[in-house]
């Protein structure tokens, strides 16, 4: 598996949400999260299964929010701890800091 073979997907349905990518069969990443209804999210766990850690996977999960906050102009509230410390290395996310 290279790089380029992980995409990320956004899913959402009703309030709720995720960033997966599909490792392989059975394996999946994921960063969940919850919609309020001021337009920010807030992200409340990240998981990456035991074979796939250390390969920055879990990083890729969190850009792409980032990406999309970007693009679509809403703010984030970070629960996970995993995204709480990403964005304390990433002074210059904190305008996406709900």
């Not at 380029?4 to 960033?19: A, F, I, P």
């Not at 490792?23 to 998981?47: Q, S, V, Y």
Request: glycine share 8%.
């Amino acid at each position: 598996m290279t790089d380029t073979d992980l995409t990320v997907v956004r899913e959402e349905s009703g309030n709720r949400g995720r960033y997966v990518i599909h490792l392989a069969p059975g394996f999946e990443a994921e960063m969940t999260f919850r919609k309020a209804e001021n337009g920010t999210i807030t992200i409340d766990h990240t998981g990456v299964p035991r074979e796939y850690e250390g390969r920055g996977i879990a990083a890729k999960l969190v850009n792409k929010a980032i990406e999309d906050a970007r693009a679509e102009g809403f703010k984030i509230t970070p629960l996970c701890s995993y995204v709480v410390a990403q964005f304390r290395r990433h002074p210059d996310w904190s305008d996406l800091l709900a």
